[in-house]
């Protein structure tokens, strides 16, 4: 319940440009949020399988649009501390 709003960003076509603009009206949202205390967070693997992707559509209120973003908003406690990183010895792989 710490996200509880699920929201869509979509276009009237899908095409490069669209797909810019919609990737630019989120980082707007994201900004917006963070000024606010809100926390995003993106979920946009969903519309990756186009079974799920038609689900979204149809929760659209707008017809005939294409849903290119979700996301979730909500509050949420402050970061205590970032992950720990391996080192980079680690995680690259020598070549011959």
Do not use: W
């Not at 919609?22 to 917006?32: D, I, N, Y």
């Not at 995003?40 to 149809?58: G, W, Y």
């Amino acid at each position: 319940m710490s996200a509880p709003v699920l929201a869509a960003i979509s276009s009237e076509v899908n095409n490069r440009e669209s797909q810019v603009k919609v990737g630019q009206v989120f980082e707007r949202v994201c900004l917006a949020a963070t000024i606010l205390g809100i926390r995003v967070h993106p979920m946009s693997q969903i519309l990756e399988i186009p079974e799920l992707k038609a689900e979204v559509a149809k929760l659209i209120p707008t017809p005939n649009v294409v849903p290119q973003h979700t996301f979730r908003l909500g509050y949420a406690e402050p970061e205590k501390g970032h992950t720990p990183r391996r080192q980079l010895d680690e995680v690259l792989v020598e070549r011959m």
